[in-house]
């Protein structure tokens, strides 16, 4: 279990075995294996309630799978919150977004890393930094594209699906350090703004951050990821790469409409 | 006109409902424009502190209250005298009594006393193995509570512990006490948690009149109501006809009506001339007096029938 | 269509042949797997397990306790929370509050009174009037919440202090007497009668009160009506986009739950045998009910809880009040302890559901 | 005005001028104009917080504009309400979806026209058909391809992202009369299911309803749109045809790349 | 990149040259359309407008009301209320209800002065320990809402009930006059003494209260801190996820509410000279500071409002009482009127809202 001796790409950053995760009735993880390599753009397909969500959820620390394990950098954790995870650098946008909507946009940018004043006014009395804050949100969310946000002390609530969907990437692109999670990133963005989202997921590679994408996208998906875990009824189908297959495949994969050759010989 | 304030524990209980009626027709009477306040629940001392500085503040000449914390509200009197302000303590006397210019009230232990004696002459030999009920005011012991309590079982003949508090008694005879807010409501629950513990009751004291009645449905529930003595205190109108009835053995009965006018009487003289009430004679306070009233008078203690207790009742 | 437009969606080939079937995965069946579903789908078996080991702990410290005479006692005191209870359930399901629920069964029971004694009027036709006017107040508070959109709580604490003081400023404080009662209109005392099967005394009202609980539970599972009040108390701006009546469901539910404070305003009497406008419910009322709700399992945030888990939880007050008393304990120690056991009860509930899930 | 006499085509089905919508600070519609002709699906597109959503909540009476006016038949309308939407036969599916997240698949799909237990049960006790609700919920949500529904009395909440919508879009899809408006109906699904809903829009036009597809997907959108209501800073910049217009060029529109020609003569 | 993928998004060329201009549109700055604008971002607006109605209402009606004694009065009877509704506001911010307020202020009082008389320590240690008492109340509330994680209701009306009935006990009902304070513990009664400009008395308590609310204002507009309450009030599962520690937030709030109460309790002893247990503070402080909460705006459902609306809506309940006191209603009209008055302060709020949104 030596992983750092034998080099950055061999052995996964994150990895899961055999994890199962079950809600009354329903079974959402089905045994599910995963692996996440170092500075790679991971992207998950599968269809809607496949457990693609439920799946980041539990490496996250946003839910707690009933069975199977799970390794980061080759030690065992079990994070008991998601605050947990980002003790261990894990950054993670949830599909339902996490944000207080009665905040406004740099509050909620900066939740729990807020920026005090310099001086004494900072340090003493803890006073908050507003404009500068309130200057890097602008500044993030024009990396985007978000042009129409006029007032960038609106409540959250008040945004659009879109907009409000821009801010949370910003911000887990922005304070991300180990791997960041993106699940469906893109759903709710115009063309615009999606195009600048993948330009950030190759940034934040570039930076040395692996990078799990969740995305119904095909196109993107085969345009931005290194490797693509395919999700199906709970557990993980096969791993494919994108220069391997084409999306039609991928597609038939994950629909049950043809078995990928690896698995069809395990069967 | 000049104004005075009154100022009573609640206005929800009668017994206080009439002791305005009085003092309001008094006030009339003499030509003085009265304000009434209260205490939003029994034993709201800080609405009663807020009253007295509204009156303070409203230029009245005299205030007539019936205290619901006697110690804690001195303060608040002081002020009130310091600012040129007549106060009379109804009901309820001041601790210290001379905190208040003058003081016209029941003597709440001698009350409970009477009907604690009456009680033990009644049952006679039975009181030695007496199974009591005691049915009090709330969790908080308010002053009458107390005094009324420990007067009753004094009467009686039990030993009392602190007689600043209730329920820390030792004797076996009593079987428990309850708290029931004064009302019928609270005396029939507070009854029918006691009959649960011990079927066996056989005396009951009440706080007042109407916690009596809810106890007498309790009992006649279970269909004891002919062979348990309940004892109470007030002495208003449907409680004497209720010991005329037999649902209450004996009643002490107050003179609440009484106290008001003689309050509103005081603070017209006072207003007029200065003048201030002197107390009755060998009292630090003017008593105006506790009756026992019952249909089964025992020797040697003073009582009154109901067709008597129904001519001097307060509504 | 347009040229690029097919081009650009030509992976969509790979759909040819996906499977058509739902999903399914072996369940393990084990006891106590099913044991926590159950538990997980039965919002009110949780209170009652509380309930059952209440029931035992102090059959076992206090002798008296297991004998059916205490038991039909117990259930007669909580006869009037229990109906104020399912007022106040309706009304925190839709995610709000009704603090004048003792209030306006005070005031009713007094204007069937006064009605009856004051103006002569037969007892059932002031009874029926006192039903009349509980449903008004309850319909003033829905008008209030829904219309001008003011907080639960805003209003039913104004309307609280509002009837309770006109409730004494009618009555001037006046009790009309059990015997006067009994004499000349026994329709008001009506609940107050009982039956005795082997000489174990069970009020009328406690028929009542079980029998409103389980109308109350049929019509909230298995009616629209109900399942709009769910809607409502879970999101209102959903359910009023997905076409339920927001306002009008409001306004039901608090005209309802008026007319069920009224019901137990009427129960009073009879349990009371006397009117009396400064009975302690006028005061209590409101948190004795809310405290039933919340041990019951019902959410104060709305749109979850079952009604008869309000039951369990007027119960398990009520056993809590009797047990400690039969034990011994001294008043202020039972207020203590009763202090304590209320926030046992809901830790155990969650204790439980944390468990299973 | 007699619209009636020119026959369908001639005269809009749904018509707003100057639509203008401000919160506070932010102007969300600055003099909209809208047309939607009968039988014909109109996609409206545009950028992140362009106003589509703010639109479409004033044509079916979610917000209420501060000025301008809308027609519905001709008839000047002021709809106070969702509700009052609905009873004109105007459908919607909000981008926050609208449902009732402790309640049942069923119970949503079914929420204010519930169907009664034939008999006395249903007429005098009024007691819920259950099964027949929930065969019918099965039946709509088979029909959208969302096969990994495994338990049909689920809560809302319980659902993934995309079943949810895809819950969302049956309903609307199964009770709408007059016009049904979607917005991002497809923005959480995934491919099979995004496939089923633009068939189902086909499916509603043929039954002679129109529909609004609000999208930033574009294949999709050139793909079923009649006409394409292009929508920038607030307001209606254009109306193209998918044959006249490349997406390049669409999209080159909405982001303010490129002017189409006759709002370049008119300014 | 595989070359269908890079068909499939050949529309995006239209992107090249698209506008970098962040939207702006012209405003009307009407002053009609400011004044609505400051009445929406300033949610202590309204309560200021319906207190200076109100004081204006009462000048009006009684002659005596415009003194500055009788305004002073006021002042000095909602210090306590204002205290307590500090910590009340922090409390509903989170979404959650602190009924044990009242009964912590009360039993820290009692324990201050128990403390000092009858083990005889100092009065300043003495007053220090009351204050870390009422602080670990508190804290035990908000231990059990945060890791217990019961309803704080619930939690609230448990330890009502049980801090109440601790005090009892504890005390004995024992009141410790003023005159035995004055004399050997003057620092117990340190916010009774006044300044009197002009012969007007003013509390040091009333200056104490406005500080206080100053301060909070402060640390829940500018520090990280405060921002996390508000987080944590709007939506905990989110708060939780972006990364506000929601359990420590929601013990210190709990806590810092109970040094708040603690505080009220020595202010207690200054205001009104003695130490007693059956101070109605205990019983009606909680629904007192609600009222001032709820009447200044902060909405029930948490991470709205703030606390200088607070502060006006106790004052508005002060004015009410005392200009109804001066008026000369009856005690229980006034308790009706403020019942109405309580109702009405909301719906103007909600209509001047409505209006200008
Ligand atoms: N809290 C829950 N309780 C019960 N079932 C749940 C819960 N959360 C998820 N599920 C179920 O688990 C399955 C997987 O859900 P999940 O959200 O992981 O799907 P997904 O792959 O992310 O889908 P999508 O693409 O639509 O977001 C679904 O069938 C869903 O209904
Ligand atoms: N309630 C509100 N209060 C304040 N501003 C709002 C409110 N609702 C919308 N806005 C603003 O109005 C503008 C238009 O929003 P709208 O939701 O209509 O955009 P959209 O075109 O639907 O965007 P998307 O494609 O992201 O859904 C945005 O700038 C948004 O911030
Ligand atoms: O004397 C009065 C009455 O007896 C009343 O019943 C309770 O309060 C006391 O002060
Ligand atoms: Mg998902
Ligand atoms: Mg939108």
């Known amino acids: 279990m030596d992983q750092k001796g034998i080099g950055m790409t061999q052995e996964p950053l994150l990895k899961a075995r055999g994890l199962v995760k079950r809600y009354g009735k329903v079974t959402a993880l089905n045994n599910c294996d995963f692996d996440l390599m170092p500075g790679e753009i991971l992207a998950v397909i599968g269809d809607n309630g496949a457990g693609k969500s439920s799946l980041i959820k539990a490496l996250s620390g946003a839910v707690q799978p009933d069975e199977g394990e799970i390794t980061l950098d080759g030690k065992p954790v079990r994070f008991a919150s998601p605050l947990e995870a980002r003790g261990h650098g894990i950054e993670c946008v949830y599909q339902t977004l996490a944000m207080s909507p009665a905040l406004s946009i740099a509050d909620n940018m900066f939740m729990g890393r807020e920026l005090r004043k310099p001086g004494i006014m900072g340090s003493v009395f803890r006073q908050l930094d507003r404009p500068a804050m309130e200057k890097f949100a602008r500044d993030k969310l024009t990396e985007l594209g978000l042009m129409t946000i006029q007032n960038i002390n609106q409540a959250v609530e008040t945004l659009s699906g879109g907009q409000r969907q821009g801010v949370a990437v910003a911000r887990a692109a922005a304070f991300g350090s180990k791997v960041v999670i993106l699940d469906e990133p893109t759903a709710a963005l115009g063309v615009k703004e999606s195009r600048r989202v993948l330009e950030l997921i190759r940034d934040v590679r570039s930076r040395g951050i692996p990078i799990i994408l969740i995305s119904h996208n095909m196109p993107h998906v085969f345009e931005v990821a290194d490797r693509i875990h395919i999700h199906r009824l709970g557990r993980r189908l096969c791993v494919i790469r994108p220069q391997d297959y084409s999306m039609s495949d991928a597609v038939a994969f994950m629909t049950g409409a043809k078995v990928p050759d690896e698995v069809a010989e395990a069967a | 006109a000049d104004s005075a304030c009154i100022i009573t524990k609640t206005d929800t209980n009668p017994f206080f409902v009439k002791m305005k009626e009085g003092a309001t027709a008094k006030a009339q009477e003499l030509g003085i424009t009265l304000k009434s306040y209260a205490g939003k629940i029994d034993g709201d001392h800080e609405g009663q502190v807020a009253a007295v500085e509204a009156c303070i503040a409203d230029g009245a000449k005299g205030i007539l209250i019936t205290a619901s914390d006697t110690k804690a509200i001195v303060d608040s009197v002081k002020s009130a005298r310091d600012a040129g302000l007549l106060v009379i303590a109804l009901d309820t006397p001041l601790d210290p009594v001379d905190a208040a210019d003058a003081t016209f009230a029941t003597d709440n232990f001698k009350a409970g006393e009477l009907i604690g004696q009456w009680a033990k002459a009644t049952l006679g030999d039975a009181a030695a193995e007496a199974k009591i009920a005691m049915l009090d005011l709330g969790i908080s012991q308010p002053s009458v509570d107390v005094l009324r309590d420990q007067g009753f079982l004094q009467g009686f003949g039990i030993e009392l512990g602190d007689p600043e508090k209730w329920g820390d008694e030792t004797d076996p005879r009593i079987v428990g006490h309850e708290v029931t807010s004064g009302n019928e409501e609270g005396g029939l629950t507070a009854m029918e948690s006691l009959l649960a513990k011990d079927p066996g009751i056989n005396l009951v004291y009440t706080i007042n009149e109407p916690a009596a009645a809810g106890a007498y449905e309790a009992l006649k529930a279970v269909g004891r109501e002919k062979d348990v003595l309940i004892v109470s205190i007030d002495g208003g109108c449907p409680g004497v006809q209720n010991v005329k009835d037999g649902v209450i053995g004996a009643t002490a009965q107050q003179y609440p009506l009484e106290m008001a006018a003689k309050g509103i009487e005081a603070i017209a003289a006072f207003a007029k001339d200065g003048t201030k009430p002197a107390p009755t004679e060998g009292k630090d306070f003017t008593d105006t007096g506790v009756t026992l009233v019952t249909d089964k008078p025992v020797e040697g203690i003073e009582s009154i029938d109901s067709a008597k207790g129904a001519e001097l009742c307060w509504g | ?357």
Chains 1, 4 share one sequence.
């Not at chain 3, 009174?113 to 319909?139: D, K, S, V």
């Not at chain 3, 009546?245 to 019901?263: E, H, P, W």
């Open chain 3, 1 to 357: 269509m347009s040229s690029d437009a097919k081009a650009a969606v030509s992976y969509e080939e790979g759909l040819k042949g996906a499977s058509e079937k739902v999903a399914e995965f072996q369940e393990h069946k084990s006891a106590l797997k099913r044991l926590q579903h159950w538990l997980h789908m039965t919002p009110s078996a949780v209170p009652m397990i509380v309930l059952v080991v209440a029931l035992i702990v102090f059959g076992l410290l206090s002798p008296n306790f297991f004998k059916a005479v205490t038991l039909s006692t117990i259930l007669q005191q909580i006869a009037i929370v229990g109906i104020l209870g399912c007022a106040q359930s309706l009304v925190i399901l839709t995610a709000g509050i009704d603090l004048s629920v003792g209030a306006i069964a005070v005031f009713s029971s007094v204007l069937m009174g006064q009605f009856t004694f004051r103006y002569g009027i037969p007892a059932p036709l002031a009874i029926a009037a006192g039903l009349a006017l509980g449903t008004a107040m309850g319909f003033a508070n829905g008008w209030l919440v829904a219309k001008v959109k003011l907080p639960p709580f805003i209003v039913t604490l104004g309307t609280w202090q509002i009837i309770l003081a006109a409730n004494y400023i009618y009555s001037a404080n006046e009790t009309i007497r059990s015997s006067e009662i009994a004499a000349t209109a026994p329709a008001l005392q009506f609940w107050g009668n009982s039956i005795q099967p082997g000489g174990v005394k069970v009020l009328y009202a406690v028929f009542l009160m079980v029998a409103l609980v389980a109308i109350l539970a049929y019509v909230l599972r298995h009616t629209a009506w109900g399942r709009h009040v769910y809607a409502v108390g879970d999101d209102p701006d959903a359910a009023e986009l997905a076409g339920v009546r927001t306002k009008r469901i409001l306004i039901q539910v608090y005209a309802l739950g008026g007319l069920f404070c009224a019901i137990a305003g009427w129960v009073m009497i009879g349990r009371f045998g006397s009117v009396s406008p400064s009975a302690s419910t006028g005061q209590l009322g409101n948190i004795q009910s809310i405290t039933a709700v919340v041990i019951g399992g019902i959410s104060l945030f709305g749109g979850r809880g079952s009604i008869v888990g309000m039951f369990f939880g007027a119960l398990i007050v009520g056993v809590f009040e009797m047990g400690l008393k039969m034990v011994g304990t001294d008043p202020q120690w039972t207020f203590f302890l009763i202090g304590m056991l209320i926030i046992l009860a809901v830790a155990v509930d969650q204790w439980i559901r944390k468990a299973s899930a």
